[in-house]
T-cell receptor
Framework: ETGVTQTPRHLVMGMTNKKSLKCEQHLGHNAMYWYKQSAKKPLELMFVYNFKEQTENNSVPSRFSPECPNSSHLFLHLHTLQPEDSALYLCASSTRTSGEPTDTQYFGPGTRLTVL | KQEVTQIPAALSVPEGENLVLNCSFT??????LQWFRQDPGKGLTSLLLIQSSQREQTSGRLNASLDKSSGRSTLYIAASQPGDSATYLC???????????FGGGTRVLVKP
């Protein structure tokens, strides 16, 4: 399998549930990203990981908890979410790291999350 | 804070017409600018990346220009086809930090 994959593709959860989103990249990249895309708002960066270390947290609420066990996998753990957290969550990866011009980021297909 | 704006928000053209999509950004201290395509319910596909030292990039029917001093980029799509229907997003990579800032996108419909 090639590229960036995300599972699940669709998720419906209640506000008291705990769930996790998974992202996997097969491109040999060393940087991975989580983005949030809400209706009628620009795509927003949430987290950046370089070589498994978090280098950017864009003021994301603590109910979103990222985990990067290795350079190929990225998780987003969700708990006690709010209805306004419903959105498309996109994962991306790239070859460059902080402080240098970046190569193109390659995006996964996203997880459509609905919080009831 | 970098802000990226795309105008128009939506565009509908007959097949064969050329498309012109605009992107503006407030902070000219960028490393590069990228144009992406997003199909409904899907992820983003990179179309073109222009480094800050470049004025334009071309790929097939696509041409993107960059005027960093005025904070503008334009994506031209020649001889549009129904398959070009999608949302087009521009994003700038700032000079400090590992961060892409996206515009709101232009939703394009090419009618047969």
């Amino acid at each position: 399998e090639t590229g960036v994959t995300q599972t699940p593709r669709h998720l419906v959860m209640g506000m008291t549930n705990k769930k996790s989103l998974k992202c996997e990249q097969h491109l040999g990249h060393n940087a991975m990203y989580w983005y949030k895309q809400s209706a009628k708002k620009p795509l927003e960066l949430m987290f950046v990981y370089n070589f498994k270390e978090q280098t950017e947290n864009n003021s994301v609420p603590s109910r979103f908890s990222p985990e990067c066990p290795n350079s190929s996998h990225l998780f987003l753990h969700l708990h006690t979410l709010q209805p306004e957290d419903s959105a498309l969550y996109l994962c991306a990866s790239s070859t460059r790291t902080s402080g240098e011009p970046t190569d193109t980021q390659y995006f996964g297909p996203g997880t459509r999350l609905t919080v009831l | 804070k970098q802000e990226v704006t795309q105008i128009p928000a939506a565009l509908s053209v007959p097949e064969g017409e050329n498309l012109v999509l605009n992107c503006s950004f407030t902070d000219s201290a960028i490393y590069n600018l990228q144009w992406f395509r997003q199909d409904p319910g899907k992820g983003l596909t990179s179309l073109l990346l222009i480094q800050s030292s470049q004025r334009e990039q071309t790929s097939g029917r696509l041409n993107a220009s960059l005027d960093k001093s005025s904070g503008r980029s334009t994506l031209y799509i020649a001889a549009s086809q129904p398959g070009d229907s999608a949302t087009y997003l521009c994003a700038v990579f700032k000079a400090a930090g590992n961060k892409l800032t996206f515009g709101g996108g232009t939703r394009v419909l090419v009618k047969p």
